[in-house]
């Protein structure tokens, strides 16, 4: 079973746009990761978030965090096109010791 | 450092054969995880081990899958037999510690067709 539902399913942009995605969550959780997969790197971890943690920032990615509303958001800024890729949140809920992958939101920068 | 290595990287077979995957973890990473990932879909997981213990392996169909984890390094996953719902990629990732806490690394999984 999936906790997590990403919005949009699909997004298309122009280069240099910035592009916005979340995260919708069931439980409550400790942490909050993102991870993207493209056909040429596979699955990359980009950023973990603490449930403690409001926002947290790497490079041009933004990722907030809304546990009152069990949901996640993940900002890219001036985006490239080597940024197409699906992107995945994944929770780690209370006593479970594992991560559980959403659905993903497929992004397509366009040059 | 070298990433998780899977082999193979595609495999095709018929229904009712068997089928295993091999997955190697970046050294000293004691846990390791197998998913596996449908098209348009998040990876989900089968089994998790710490060390050679497969501590949560609640998701695996035990009926026709089964994982070994021998000396706490290499893993295999087994399918017998396969059936035609089992074509999907099956990830192998580690990590350095639990799950929520630390990043997990992903090989670049195994592309299963059933025919």
């Known amino acids: 079973s999936q906790q997590g539902e990403e919005d949009p399913q699909a997004l298309s942009i122009q280069e240099g746009e910035n592009a916005t995605m979340n995260c919708s969550y069931k439980t409550s959780i400790n942490n909050l990761q993102w991870y993207r997969q493209n056909s040429g790197r596979g699955l990359v971890h980009l950023i973990l978030?603490?449930?403690?943690?409001r926002e947290k920032h790497s490079g041009r990615l933004r990722v907030t965090l809304d546990t009152s509303k069990k949901s996640s958001s993940l900002l890219i800024t001036a985006s490239r096109a080597a940024d197409t890729a699906s992107y995945f949140c994944?929770?780690?809920?209370?006593?479970?010791?594992?991560?559980?992958f959403g659905t993903g939101t497929r992004l397509q920068v366009f040059p | 450092e070298a990433g998780v290595v899977q082999s193979p990287r595609y495999k095709i077979i018929e229904k009712k054969q068997p089928v295993a995957f091999w997955c190697n973890p970046i050294?000293?990473?004691?846990?390791l995880y197998w998913y596996l990932q449908n098209l348009g879909q998040g990876p989900e997981l089968l089994i998790r081990?710490?060390?050679?213990?497969?501590?949560?392996d609640s998701q695996l169909p035990k009926d026709r899958f089964s994982a070994e984890r021998l000396k706490g390094v290499d893993s295999t996953l087994k399918i017998q037999p396969a059936e035609l719902g089992d074509s999907a990629v099956y990830l192998c990732?580690?990590?350095?510690?639990?799950?929520?806490?630390?990043?997990?690394?992903f090989g670049p999984g195994t592309r299963l067709t059933v025919t």
């Open positions: 994944a929770t780690d809920p209370y006593n479970t010791d594992k991560l559980i």
């Open positions: 081990y710490e060390n050679e213990e497969a501590v949560d």
């Open positions: 978030i603490r449930s403690n943690e």
């Open positions: 990732a580690s990590s350095s510690g639990l799950a929520g806490d630390y990043e997990q690394y």
């Open positions: 050294s000293g990473h004691n846990t």
